[in-house]
């Protein structure tokens, strides 16, 4: 089991490699079959770490909690990965013809593919590599490589977009540094000077870790990694980015970079729970979380721009996983375990529909767009199910998950945290699906001086590469939504363990 | 006071040599906060990274961690050499020399500055961290400089000094890890300073494409996205 560990950290790297000097149909069909092998290898993985932790060559690790992080992240590097070659594909019949474009092109795809690949690899890293010190580094390498995946485009709102994001998260990240020394320095008093911040000593010894340092590194660690996650207030670079950004990319951010450093903050909340008690870490992820949750809410409500409302609904769940996890219950700390693996497949999904139908309008703002569900027969439909599963209705994977989060926090005695929860949420939901609805269902867009008229469109897809993959992602959805494998429920409740702190 | 009542009676050489050094990184801080011109920016920020380097190299000496050698070496290297090379050319080529004028004049920047520093550095003072390989105030001092990192990112409008502010954050943390990390494996070391290197490469790529998008380094018109 050991060599997937390795070969999951070593393959995309390799591909990334090839892509950086194959042609664009090798690139394509490697970063396909990688994707897709990556997503294999991570299933292969969880009856394993359900079992017992898995180490290899000292510096990776993988235990029930990161393998959830890796299933999301996987998971959305294989169906991105298709919808990619279609993504690239339409930009490619477009520029067909001249030979300058077609240069253009070559260099484009090129770097699509590079950064791609190493933006996954990256974010498969991160949960699978053993210490803080190393967790810090690879969630750096993950912003730096975005941060170039952003400006790909090359617009001036991309350019925008990435400088405020490489600025905003690396300081963030600047932070989290400080968060590694201090936990270092709360280490050593019980371990001694030379230790390598590797997790399964820093755990053992964390009852005997003194309670300042820990204290600090923890808050700075959700101040840090949350610059990252899109909590309040230090989200200011998540709507830009995701926003700007090509669409596989926004699809990768909003669902898996969001995730694998809320899981940053997980593995400080795990020592930090096992040093200081529950109450301490609980209370700051809650603040966080509900002020998160709220400013999401209120911005789904008035937006104007399809990338940003979806960018602003992913603040809304992240807000929602780090009150699942202040709950504190099994029951809630399993839903909040359900929910990652969910919002990466309803959030990838529904940046995937949201590139389908800005390729088809020629445009981002909701005003321009109407008539979706009959202009693209597949595509439409597809968004509307995402949609409502994004605002956890049945029978979706993130009903499921908010249902656990709320009926753990009732369990709990949590009932205010638990009702604010509810009531957001509820906003959320009208935001998004008011918004959804005028684009998908109304026959004539709406604009602001009420003359607008589309512009002759055909009924068709773009390309199809674009809806396997949705539908793969529906498929995920009520697989987790009606009948989730028992392996994976078993590997979930694993994880909620691993968060509840040493045994009282 | 409580910071520097913590070591009793008069300090040793070997602290008061440290505690200097970190007093002249947050000089050095504050120096970049005032400069104008861009240039003289990145000579002051090579030089609190030496300066950063030379503390390093004290505590290999004092305190026998022949590893912090290496460190020292590759530090200054990487952020006394490479890093201003890098921005310097950049600069050549944009052919930009002074700021813009940032949100603030350079007065109440400073002050502002102060305040902030101060903050730091006596809220770190009081959590009472001992450590036992340098002084308790450079830890404080380090923390000072991250703060006025942050000011100078915030009301600097160009991205050269944005940049110079967040390798500058970068060096404060250098400063905290030295004093309350310095037996962290030289292995996670050089990767922090690899990770530098990278995050050096990409603020330059960006730097660049935006000063060919708005044949300027200024900031002031990055304000289309909102909302």
């Given at each position: 089991m050991t060599i997937i560990l390795v070969l999951l950290v070593v393959v995309p790297l390799l591909t990334t490699i090839l892509c950086a000097v194959a042609s664009y149909r090798v690139s394509a069909a490697a970063t396909v079959v990688t994707g897709i092998a990556a997503f294999v290898g991570a299933i292969v993985l969880v009856p394993t770490v359900s079992a017992h932790t898995l180490t290899a060559i000292r510096y990776l690790r993988a235990d029930a909690l990161s393998v959830v992080f890796l299933l999301a992240t996987c998971f959305?590097?294989?169906?991105?990965?298709?919808?990619?070659?279609?993504?690239?594909?339409?930009?490619?019949?477009?520029?067909?013809?001249?030979?300058?474009r077609r240069a253009y092109f070559a260099q484009h795809s090129r770097r699509f593919f590079v950064g791609f690949n190493a933006f996954a690899w990256s974010m498969m890293c991160a949960p699978l590599v053993n210490g803080m010190a190393l967790l810090w580094i690879a969630v750096e390498i993950t912003t730096v490589i975005s941060a170039l995946l952003v400006a790909l485009d090359n617009t001036e709102g991309a350019t925008e977009a990435a400088w405020k994001y490489v600025l905003i998260a690396s300081s963030g990240l600047g932070i989290g540094l400080l968060a590694t020394i201090f936990m270092y320095f709360a280490g050593a008093q019980v371990l001694g000077q030379s230790y390598d911040l590797a997790f399964d000593p820093l755990l053992a010894a964390a009852a005997r870790l003194p309670d300042t340092p820990v204290r600090l590194a923890f808050v700075l660690a959700v101040v840090g990694y949350g610059t990252k996650v899109g909590l309040f207030p230090v989200h200011t670079w998540l709507p830009d980015a995701h926003a700007e950004a090509p669409t596989p990319v926004s699809a990768l951010l909003s669902g898996s970079l969001l995730a694998v450093s809320f899981y940053a903050i997980l593995r400080y909340y795990q020592i930090a729970t096992d040093a200081l008690g529950p109450r301490f870490p609980q209370t700051v992820l809650l603040v966080f979380g509900v002020l998160s949750l709220l400013l999401a809410a209120l911005y789904l409500l008035e937006q104007q721009d399809i990338k940003r409302m979806l960018a602003?609904?992913?603040?809304?769940?992240?807000?929602?996983?780090?009150?699942?996890?202040?709950f504190g219950s099994p029951m809630a700390l399993t839903g909040a375990m359900l929910h990652v693996l969910a919002h990466a497949a309803a959030k990838g999904n529904a940046f995937m529909g949201a590139g389908v139908l800005v390729r088809k309008f020629g445009t981002k703002e909701l005003d321009r767009m109407a008539d979706g569900v009959r202009l693209l027969p597949w595509s439409g439909p597809l968004l509307v199910a995402?949609?409502?599963?994004?605002?956890?209705?049945?029978?979706?994977?993130?009903?499921?998950?908010?249902?656990?989060?709320?009926?753990?926090?009732?369990?709990?005695?949590?009932?205010?945290?638990?009702?604010?929860?509810?009531?957001?949420?509820?906003?959320?939901?009208?935001?998004?699906?008011?918004?959804?609805?005028?684009?998908?269902?109304?026959?004539?867009?709406?604009?602001?001086?009420?003359?607008?008229?589309?512009?002759?469109?055909?009924?068709?897809?773009?390309?199809?590469?674009?809806?396997?993959?949705?539908?793969?992602?529906?498929?995920?959805?009520?697989?987790?939504?009606?009948?989730?494998?028992?392996?994976?429920?078993?590997?979930l409740s694993h994880a909620a363990d691993t968060l509840r702190g040493r045994p009282a | 006071m409580s910071v520097l009542a913590a070591a009793p009676g008069a300090p040793s050489v070997f602290d008061g040599f440290a505690n200097a050094v970190a007093l002249v990184v947050l000089l050095l801080e504050f120096g970049m906060l005032r400069a104008s011109l861009l240039r003289a920016q990145v000579r002051l920020y090579a030089g609190q990274s030496l300066a950063v380097s030379v503390l390093a190299v004290v505590v290999a000496v004092g305190h026998h961690v022949p590893e912090l050698y290496v460190l020292a070496a590759l530090s200054l290297a990487l952020k006394v050499v490479v890093v201003p090379l890098l921005v310097l050319r950049l600069l050549r080529d944009a052919d930009a020399e002074i700021a813009g004028s940032g949100a603030l004049g350079v007065a109440s920047e400073v002050l502002i500055s102060i305040v902030v520093a101060a903050f730091g550095f006596f809220a770190v003072g009081v959590l009472d961290i001992h450590s036992n390989v340098l002084p308790t105030a450079a830890l404080s001092l380090s923390i000072a400089v991250v703060l006025v990192a942050f000011i100078l990112m915030v009301v600097r409008r160009d991205v050269v000094s944005q940049a110079i502010g967040f390798f500058s954050l970068e060096n404060g943390a250098s400063l905290a890890s030295l004093v309350v990390a310095s037996g962290m494996p030289l292995i996670l070391e050089v990767a922090f300073l690899f990770d530098l290197l990278v995050a050096v490469v990409v603020f330059g790529v960006l730097m660049r494409t935006h000063q060919r998008r708005s044949q300027s380094l200024s900031t002031e018109h990055l304000d289309r996205l909102r909302g």
């Open positions: 959305l590097y294989a169906v991105t990965a298709v919808y990619a070659v279609g993504y690239l594909q339409t930009a490619r019949d477009v520029s067909d013809g001249e030979e300058e602003y609904s992913s603040v809304e769940h992240m807000g929602i996983l780090a009150i699942a996890v202040s995402t949609v409502m599963s994004l605002c956890a209705m049945p029978p979706f994977g993130l009903f499921r998950s908010e249902f656990q989060i709320v009926a753990g926090g009732f369990s709990e005695r949590r009932n205010a945290g638990t009702a604010i929860l509810v009531v957001l949420v509820t906003v959320a939901f009208l935001g998004l699906s008011l918004a959804t609805t005028r684009i998908l269902f109304r026959v004539r867009p709406l604009s602001s001086d009420g003359r607008l008229e589309l512009p002759t469109l055909t009924v068709g897809e773009p390309s199809w590469w674009m809806v396997i993959p949705m539908v793969a992602g529906i498929l995920i959805l009520l697989l987790l939504g009606l009948m989730p494998p028992d392996q994976l429920l078993v590997l | -």
